[in-house]
């Protein structure tokens, strides 16, 4: 049998009014969700509050959340974050505007991984692998969040391109390598610079084509380009507190890559597994079917060797770095959806046709109960959502507003025109998907925005300690207070409290607990306030005064 040229694309090609239609989609799946909330729980409040640090004028070097150095991250994200609210923060609210970063470092994403598949699988597929990377389900929601995922996304599809060019354009292909691995280290740390180390390994060791001259000059001024950006930030942290910068290194280095063992291998091959099986659908599905359905041919293509090494170095390292959590396999999504354009165009008419119409039908559906979620939320009927669910119980309603309403139904009336009308071919289930994840996601960013905020923010909580606080009121101090709530205290109220886990008694006037069950600070305490956020069931906050010397 006569296998299909993979780089033959004659049959397909994008005018610029189907590139209008791209850039469409991409916008409109990407801006909903950037503005109008306050920063959620957990992880946005938790990167917002080192943005704040250094919005104040303090030194980026040490990331600080709430007075204290967190250096859960080093600092790429957070400057951005902070020049992005300089600028747009006359605009924007502050969080808002720091949000927007989250865009810039994603839009990077999709053009380096569009210019990777344009030049090693033909002209067409460049949109093809953008649609099938923002099509993945793990990625909608995070890339819409104060994240510092999202500006390691951006580096490792830098380096993606480096590599795409290695063996042309040795120079320049080792220099976005490079840089893409520093990107990738100034955001997350030594975890995705190590899965790039390994890949550029094994793709020589593995695939003949490799082992050029030329490839080993790319890797070659790729370690030069990374040497200053995985040096300078670490110097720097030495420079300012040797004290901090051992515990970075323990912790980032020595704890991360120690501790293997068969149940922590076991735990991290569950963990990404269960990541992967429902966030890079429907990409991984096709990815699969491309080494499958591709056979010898298929591997001897350069973008497939390079998703195949990258991809196996990113899940090797998983498995083997105890402490990794789901989030690290982000960066899977990228070349999951590399090998995936190599191969759409060979999938069978039947699993294709499959495919868009799941992605119809599930989509419709989606859509469907979050318009009829809607209603419940807005006028109490029908009941029975209600009784079926818990959090539209205790969520509380939403008041009626015109230019939502009619903003979802026109979204929802061009999105049963947009799947009517598409062509025919494998082509139509991706872009079909495209279209129904977007869809999905700007409906509940216009008609539940203001109840999901309600559900997700500390805000209340914050103000809530704050009007049982007496003018001049002191210190404070805490037990038990998650960084995430505490970036929202200093945020919203400005009050950065002394936590007993970390400082010693200060014998304020005022002990703010947080836990799970009603706490007994002792006798010399009288409770002032109680709080939660809106339909928790585990988070308790509780403000007490000083009474007694006790």
């Given amino acids: 049998m006569t296998r299909y040229n993979w780089r033959d694309e004659a049959h397909y090609t994008v005018t610029p009014a189907k590139a209008w239609l791209y850039v469409l989609l991409i916008a409109a799946w990407l801006v909903p969700g950037l503005a109008g909330h306050d920063p959620w729980k957990p992880d946005e409040a938790e990167t917002f509050g080192p943005v704040l640090h250094v919005l104040s004028g303090n030194s980026w070097v040490v990331p600080m959340l709430a007075g204290e150095p967190f250096l859960e991250a080093p600092p790429l994200y957070t400057v951005t974050a902070a020049m992005f609210a300089k600028v747009f923060g006359g605009v924007l609210p502050t969080h808002d505007a720091a949000r927007l970063t989250s865009a810039f470092f994603v839009i990077l994403a999709m053009v380096f991984l569009k210019l990777s598949a344009r030049r090693l699988l033909g002209p067409t597929q460049g949109w093809m692998a953008v649609l099938l990377f923002i099509g993945c389900v793990g990625l909608l929601v995070r890339a819409h969040l104060i994240a510092a995922d999202n500006a390691a996304l951006a580096g490792f599809a830098i380096a993606l391109y480096g590599f795409s060019l290695a063996l042309t354009k040795p120079a320049a292909g080792g220099l976005l390598l490079g840089i893409g691995a520093g ?12 899965a790039l180390l390994i890949a550029a390994l094994l793709l020589p060791a593995v695939f003949p084509a490799w082992r050029s001259r030329s490839y080993a000059l790319a890797a070659a001024v790729g370690l030069v380009a990374l040497a200053p950006l995985i040096i300078v930030w670490p110097a720097l942290l030495h420079q300012e507190s040797p004290a901090l910068f051992d515990l970075w290194l323990r912790n980032e280095v020595v704890a991360s890559f ?3 063992t068969w149940q922590s291998a076991i735990g991290g091959l569950r963990i990404v597994l269960e990541a992967l099986l429902w966030g890079a659908w429907p990409a991984l599905p096709v990815a699969l079917w491309t080494l499958w359905d591709g056979g010898r041919q298929g591997l001897s293509q350069p973008a497939v060797q390079l998703g195949v090494a990258t991809f196996g170095a990113l899940f090797a390292l998983f498995i083997l770095t105890p402490h990794t959590q789901a989030l690290d396999a982000l960066p899977m999504l990228l070349p999951v959806a590399l090998i995936a354009s190599a191969g759409l165009h060979t999938l069978r008419r039947g699993p294709a046709a499959a495919l868009d119409w799941f992605g119809i039908m599930t989509f419709g559906l989606f859509a469907a109960m979050i ?28 008041d009626f507003q015109w230019w939502r309403f009619l903003l979802a139904a026109t979204m929802t009336a061009g999105w049963m025109g947009f799947v009517w009308r598409i062509g025919r071919g494998n082509r139509r289930a991706l872009i079909n998907w495209a279209a129904g994840i977007t ?4 409906l ?9 905020d309600r559900l997700k923010t ?6 809530g300690v704050a009007k049982h606080l007496p003018p001049g009121h002191g210190c404070v101090e805490s ?21 007993l886990e970390t400082s010693p008694p200060a014998y304020c006037d005022f002990l703010l607990l947080q836990s799970e069950r009603d706490m007994d600070p002792g006798p010399q305490w009288k409770r002032i306030w109680e709080g939660r956020r809106a339909i928790d069931k585990t988070e308790r906050f509780q403000l007490y005064r000083r009474v007694s010397a006790g």
């Fill in 183 to 194: 990107i990738t280290f100034l955001a997350k740390g030594v975890y995705p610079p190590a």
């Fill in 258 to 260: 120690s501790g293997i």
């Fill in 371 to 398: 318009w009829l979620g809607w209603v419940y939320l807005v006028t109490g009927v029908p009941e029975f959502v209600g009784r079926r669910s818990y959090y539209f119980r205790s969520g509380g309603s939403l």
């Fill in 439 to 442: 869809l999905t996601w700007m």
């Fill in 444 to 452: 509940a960013m216009t008609l539940w925005l203001p109840w999901m």
């Fill in 458 to 463: 500390y805000r209340p909580v914050a103000l």
């Fill in 479 to 499: 037990r038990g207070l998650a960084q995430a709530p505490r970036a929202m205290l200093q945020y919203v109220a400005g009050i950065v409290t002394k936590r």
